[in-house]
């Protein structure tokens, strides 16, 4: 299964900022909406963001005001910038891509906010 490469993540401190991006190595007219997940340690997979190929956005209630979704459709990528970042921002957080209806996932990057 073909897979999306993600980019960026770490370590960063309390109230600091990391930039995520992901390539979604598909057609263009066959991806509909990408976005980001992410697991938080011993927790299940909730959203963070998600942003169609129209621009229409949707944020998770624990990120919306310190994070934006955007995205390049010639390019077939998303970017999640996360700005005032908390310790409880710490997880895995994976990229997303609806291509054809059928969900795509990245093998998921580490981010990690110390305090």
């Known amino acids: 299964q073909v897979q999306l490469v993600e980019s960026g993540g770490g370590l960063v401190q309390a109230g600091g900022s990391l930039r995520l991006s992901c390539a979604a190595p598909f057609p263009t007219s066959s991806i509909n909406a990408m976005g980001w997940y992410r697991q938080p340690p011993g927790n299940q997979r909730e959203l963070v963001a998600t942003i169609t190929s129209g621009g229409i956005t949707n944020y998770g209630k624990s990120v919306k005001g310190r994070v934006t979704v955007s995205r390049d459709n010639a390019k077939n990528t998303v970017h999640l910038q996360m700005n005032n970042l908390k310790p409880e921002d710490t997880a895995v957080y994976y990229c997303?891509?609806?291509?054809?209806?059928?969900?795509?996932w990245g093998q998921g990057t580490q981010v990690t906010v110390s305090a």
């Open positions: 997303y891509a609806d291509v054809r209806h059928l969900s795509n």
